[in-house]
């Protein structure tokens, strides 16, 4: 790519502004402006950076060429941006800088990059502003992307325009609601085979009729279908059901957080710990409705395991494996007295089964009713039963129906928040321990949850903290199975030998815990009353939202209201004219109230007459829309062909060069995925999840050869500031705070006093600060340069406008090292540097490199800094040495990179140009600096050979005059030797 004309110093046309008239060509934000808006117009006008596909796809580099052979695939990228009307602010901008700075370092280091920006563009903002004032959320959201693209360019990050898209994007939804459709054909087949060996796979619905044609035996349970019948018994109705039952993506009756108040479902993290929507505030009730979902259960052991395979945080690893929440245990049986069907509870602790003194269910549990019906018999409370236990009703039926009550009107967060209350009913029904026959009272509490376990717990209350406080409040029995310490009350969690625990039949008395529950499992499958298990915290993903600003499923329904996906060829399914974007909202307190999406206001939408092989029917459309998470399940890999040239979701070539097993080097494990994810921590479960299961279906399925989507993730940290309020509370602007310490607080705004605090960037708090006030103020390579430097990108840190002063000063001495600020003449020399620049020079090479490899972008500015002002003190700055400062200032400062590269008489860009190599030879230290100390104050210097021993060390401190001064005839107590950089002398 050649240089620009307009790059070339012209003294006549040199800005009055720039920094006055005896120094025309300063390096101000005037000039930087310049520069940067014309080198982003070169970049894109010349593709320097498309990224080029290997040979056979239209995607290639600016020149026309098709992948370099031998350059390795570098695939980097940042979490997806959801564009928001306000535009960035300067924390925003973090993470895009990082990865700017790494792919542009990689390509340096001869790799081929894709570095590509898209944008999440279906979600409740844009439908919430739909809603306030009828403007299409299209509209306002591709207004939006508009802004954050253009904010984006300005910072000079260098993605490949050709890649970008939205995920409203018509292809895209296309593909969305294909992926969608390859899960909803999809089963889950335990014995399946995997390409990388493994048992357990995704396969096509038909195989599984193949099987059921075959002889499978049909399970029980199925709503419509006999018990214990045959597959050649079903009507076709009856088989449709059979298989709909056990798809990846299914329609079912689901507990859901329903929100009168906002007229939609709410999945868990948009409901806050006391049982109210996020957004608005509004009560959260638990209904169940009929919902889809996916069945992300079935990979919850891959899921799982496969972390090891990846090069993660450790804390978001262990905040996945905490959401899959697996656990080993037991399933145990519990006769209860006059009920036909067992009580089944899991436990990681069968070990302590001979201290379970009571049970507790879920209320929702299917067995309540039963033994409740039983107890009725009597219709009264036995009059043994404690009045703690009854919550002030006058039988067993009408305290379960009122606490009942009191439970629904929780959600499930709202319940476990609220466990510490210890609340609950006795049902008027007992258990039998199977291990001693004691009867066991059994309780209905709102802190146990259907969705977890079984939905009932086995409670022993001397050895869980929990079950220790609820039977301190019922008076229920203490039984200690571990043996506590001496003197020790209340429940014990440690460790030590089982006691409490044996019968006629198996004693565990004097074993570990690990012994005794293998012991007890084996005694209680003999007699058919457990099993050994696995159970999981994770539940299958909600997938329905009714909302208008989101993916349609591409679903119709019979007459039998089953479900039937749409043909390929008729994807997509857009999104229908609707006279009104918000779901029908109710009372806040209306908590048997249903869901109205607003997609059910377009009859001639959700009534739809389609020929799918039966002749012209008229079926029913799905008037839910997918969950915001579904488009950003997959996006990498539209980044990879997004002309999806093969018809398929992505070429598999593409997908094996970019992302297959074995082309990063660091892959030790065969998983693949992209080289580098950078993001922020808070989507550490959800988004990782969700796309990481579709990848896993992806996988099973052939449209991918790698195991997992992302192989490196790194979590970037935040930029806070500070913010201010006045004495009211009320938020006045930052920027137009003074310090002022006439006042306690010490800060004041219009002379009244203030009170700050720090934490989070916003609008609200007006302490945001756009980065089209730093353009305008400093340039886009002073704020990516002060960003960078400020300290460790894991790390937050605050913001300091007034600090980005330095970042300023930086460039604008690399500036003058090489341009005269009078002239604008290039004034480095023709000359060989001295052996001192080249040791400088080259250690500098070596320590960013090592910098940049591993992200730790503020050291290498700093070494920067070093060598750059070395460079300042000399007399003339010697070619050689400043263009390989330049080239190593290019990541981080770009534009300025390039203009000063231009000027050194390059007619390239040196986006491609190798990054400097080291020479070993400079890098050999002739001698060290050892510090001389008395008492750990300095009082010499000398230079030693970086070999010195101690000895020679320790003569030369005793000898040295500044150290003889501080000793003023003192005896030396001891000599503390770190060789070769310090002496430390001690006195008597």
């Known amino acids: 790519m050649t240089s620009p004309a307009s790059t070339q110093p012209d003294p006549a046309s040199a800005p009055a502004t720039a920094g006055g008239q005896d120094v025309p060509f300063r390096y101000t934000a005037e000039l930087a402006q310049q520069i940067e808006l014309r080198w982003q117009d070169e970049w894109v006008e010349r593709g320097t950076f498309f990224a080029a596909n290997p040979a056979g796809s239209a995607l290639t580099d600016g020149d026309g060429a098709s992948a370099r052979e031998g350059a390795r695939p570098f695939f980097v990228m940042d979490m997806f941006p959801y564009p928001s009307g306000a535009g960035l602010h300067v924390g925003h901008p973090l993470g895009y800088i990082a990865t700017d700075v790494v792919a542009r370092f990689r390509r340096m280091q001869g790799d081929n990059v894709l570095h590509a920006l898209g944008y999440d563009a279906f979600g409740l903002p844009a439908e919430q502003y739909a809603v306030q004032t009828g403007q299409h959320p299209r509209t306002t959201t591709e207004a939006n992307i508009e802004i954050m693209a253009r904010q984006l360019k300005r910072l000079g990050v260098a993605h490949d325009p050709r890649r970008s898209f939205a995920t409203i994007d018509p292809d895209y939804v296309r593909w969305t609601q294909w992926i969608f459709l390859q899960i ?33 035996a049909v399970p029980d349970g199925i709503d419509g279908v006999p018990a214990g019948a045959a597959w050649a018994d079903l009507d076709a109705v009856q088989r449709r059901r059979v298989v709909d039952a056990q798809r990846l993506a299914y329609v079912s009756e689901t507990p859901v957080n329903w929100c009168p108040g906002l007229g939609t479902v709410l999945a868990n993290e948009e409901v806050t710990s006391d049982g109210r929507s996020e957004r608005g505030n509004f009560p959260v009730f638990q209904r169940t409705l009929r919902q889809w979902n996916m069945r992300i259960t ?12 990846i090069d993660w945080p450790e804390k978001v690893t262990a905040m996945q494996r905490n959401w899959i929440g697996r656990s080993e245990g037991a399933h145990v049986d519990f006769e209860v007295t006059d009920v036909d069907e067992p009580l089944t509870v899991f436990t990681t602790r069968p070990d302590t089964l001979f201290g379970a003194t009571y049970v507790v269910l879920a209320p929702e549990h299917p067995l309540v009713d039963a033994i409740v019906a039983e107890s009725e018999a009597v219709s009264v409370w036995d009059e043994d039963v404690p009045e703690s236990w009854r919550g002030g009703a006058s039988s067993p039926a009408e305290a379960v129906a009122a606490y009942r009550r009191e439970a629904a009107a929780k959600t499930a967060v709202e319940r476990q928040a609220d466990a510490g209350r210890k609340t609950g009913v006795f049902t008027g029904g007992y258990a039998l321990n199977p291990v001693n026959g004691a009867q066991l009272p059994v309780f209905i509490a709102d802190y146990v949850l259907m969705g977890y376990g079984t939905g009932a717990i086995m409670a022993v209350p001397g050895g869980d903290t929990r079950d220790f406080a609820f039977a301190e409040a019922f008076g229920l029995p203490v039984v200690h199975t571990v043996q506590p310490p001496e003197g020790h009350e209340g429940a014990w969690t440690g460790d030590g030998a089982i006691i409490n625990s044996s019968n006629d039949e198996i004693s565990l ?42 993916e349609p499923f591409p679903i119709v329904y019979d007459e039998n209201d089953l479900p039937i996906a749409i043909p390929e060829q008729s994807l997509p399914v857009d999104l229908p004219d609707v006279p009104d974007y918000a779901p029908r909202t109710f009372d806040a307190d209306d908590a048997e109230s249903s869901p109205e999406a607003p997609l059910s206001r377009n009859d001639d939408w959700v009534n739809v007459t389609l020929d799918l092989g039966d002749g012209p029917k008229v079926y029913r459309r799905d008037t839910n829309t997918m969950p915001n998470w579904a488009g950003s399940c997959w996006y990498y890999l539209h980044y990879l062909d997004p002309t999806h040239a093969t018809d398929q979701v992505v070429d598999p070539a593409l997908e094996q060069y970019w992302m297959g097993p074995g082309h990063n080097p660091g892959d030790t494990h065969g998983a693949g995925g992209v080289d580098l994810y950078v993001g922020g921590v808070e989507h550490a479960v959800l988004h990782l999840l969700y796309a990481r299961f579709w990848h896993k279906v992806l996988y099973d399925l052939g449209h991918v050869s790698s195991r997992e989507p992302f192989y490196k993730l790194f979590n970037q940290g935040y930029i806070q500031a500070y913010a201010y309020t006045d004495v009211r509370g009320v938020y006045v602007p930052a920027a137009e705070v003074v310090e002022d310490d006439s006042v306690e607080s010490g800060f004041t705004w219009n002379g009244e006093p203030v009170f700050r605090e720090y934490g989070k960037i916003g609008k609200s708090l007006k302490n945001a600060v756009s980065p089209d006030e730093m353009y305008a103020e400093y340039g886009a390579d002073t704020l990516r340069v002060y960003e960078m430097s400020m300290g460790p990108l894991d790390l937050s840190r605050p913001w300091e406008t007034r600090a980005v002063v330095g970042a300023q000063r930086f460039l604008q001495r690399v500036w003058r090292n090489v341009v005269s600020e009078e002239t604008g003449a290039v004034t480095v020399v023709d000359e060989e540097p001295t052996v001192e620049t080249l040791r400088v020079l080259h250690r500098t090479i070596a320590e960013v490199g090592e910098d940049m490899q591993a992200m730790r972008i503020n050291t290498a500015i700093a070494k920067l800094i070093v060598l750059n ?27 300025l990179a390039e203009e000063l590269w231009s000027r050194l008489g390059h007619e390239r860009s040196l986006a491609h140009e190798p990054f400097p190599a080291v020479d070993p030879q400079y890098l050999v230290q002739d001698s060290v600096t050892c510090v001389f100390q008395v008492q750990g104050k300095v009082r010499g210097r000398a230079e030693v050979a970086p070999d010195a021993d101690e000895a020679t060390l320790r003569e030369l401190a005793l000898a040295d005059p500044g150290v003889q001064r501080a000793m003023a005839g003192r005896d030396v107590r001891t000599v503390i030797v770190r060789a070769p950089k310090l002496v430390n002398v001690v006195p008597a």
Request: hydrophobic content about 40%; glycine content about 8%; cysteine-free.
């Open 184 to 216: 909803f054909e999809s089963w889950y087949d335990e014995d399946a085979v995997r390409p990388d060996g493994g048992t357990g796979a995704a396969r096509p619905v038909s195989t599984l009729v193949e099987a059921y044609e075959a002889g499978r």
């Open 298 to 309: 079935a990979y919850a052991d891959r899921l799982a395991d496969d972390l090891s395979l």
């Open 509 to 550: 008395d004097g074993l570990s815990v690990a012994e005794a529950k293998t012991r007890v499992v084996d005694w209680l499958a003999e007699r058919g009353a457990g099993s050994r298990t696995t159970t999981y915290r994770l539940r299958d993903w909600l997938f329905s939202r009714q909302r208008y600003w989101g």
């Open 869 to 895: 002002n070395h460079l300042t003190s000399l007399p003339a700055v010697p070619r050689t040495v400043a263009e390989q400062l330049v080239l190593m200032t290019a990541p981080v400062a770009p534009h």
